[in-house]
């Protein structure tokens, strides 16, 4: 079985500022991990996955995520966070079974709220 | 290369009707998977066709169903709909199921409304 979970519904950062969202993650097996993100009223984006060809990630939009596997983590960081980063980001595994890869299991999200 | 479509995008239902909701992937794309969104579950993997046969399928009832076409658009139905059916349900594409890293692509989703 694996699991995802992200610490913090909610994270709030000045705009210019560091951010940081949390995910950890449970599976039995060597996961491969995603971080997407959604737009209101739009569907989820691809920001960066990791395959264990490269412990240090780098997504889209300046985003990037380390795999620590003594931490089972995969936290995803910025160095200065934009007013159009607002959003909501979820964090998934996926490991394959014997037909296969399994579908994504998702954390339950953080919300991102950028202050000016 | 256009997205993944999914139609309608908004639909309004009473409890007890059936819903059937519809996904074109990516051209080219021939694995689709169908999720459900909600508040209090979040996000969960419903199931996944390719080559018209399902081939994954998560923890969900029996009300639930899809099927996918000989051009790899999916449909999925849910029928004898609960007030608790209420969701967005999301469509994702990839080119083929059997590769765990590879990416899932996800259309804007149809926000389903259980009365």
């Known amino acids: 079985a694996q699991s995802v979970t992200q610490l913090g519904s909610h994270v709030s950062v000045s705009e210019g500022a560091l951010v940081l969202l949390r995910c950890n993650y449970s599976s039995s097996v060597p996961p491969y991990l995603f971080w997407y993100v959604q737009y209101p009223n739009q569907g989820l984006q691809l920001l960066l996955k990791y395959t264990s060809a490269a412990t240090l990630v780098k997504g889209i939009n300046g985003f990037e995520a380390e795999f620590k596997k003594s931490e089972t983590s995969f936290h995803l960081t910025k160095p200065s966070a934009h007013m159009s980063d607002a959003a909501e980001y979820f964090c998934a595994v996926r490991s394959a079974s014997g037909g296969g890869a399994d579908g994504l299991t998702f954390g339950k999200g953080t919300h991102l709220i950028i202050q000016p | 290369k256009a997205g993944v479509t999914q139609t309608p995008r908004y639909l309004i239902k009473t409890r007890g009707q059936q819903v059937t909701l519809s996904c074109s992937p990516i051209?080219?794309?021939?694995?689709v998977s169908w999720y459900q969104q909600t508040p209090g579950q979040g996000l969960q993997f419903l199931f996944e066709y390719f080559s018209e046969t399902q081939r994954n399928k998560g923890n969900f009832p029996g009300r639930f169903s899809g099927r996918q076409f000989s051009n790899s658009r999916s449909e999925m139905n849910v029928s004898t709909l609960e007030l608790g059916d209420s969701a967005l349900y999301l469509c994702?594409?990839?080119?083929?199921?059997?590769?765990?890293?590879?990416?899932?692509?996800f259309g804007p989703g149809t926000r389903l409304l259980v009365l």
């Open positions: 994702a594409s990839s080119l083929s199921p059997g590769v765990v890293q590879e990416t899932q692509y």
């Open positions: 051209s080219g794309h021939r694995s």
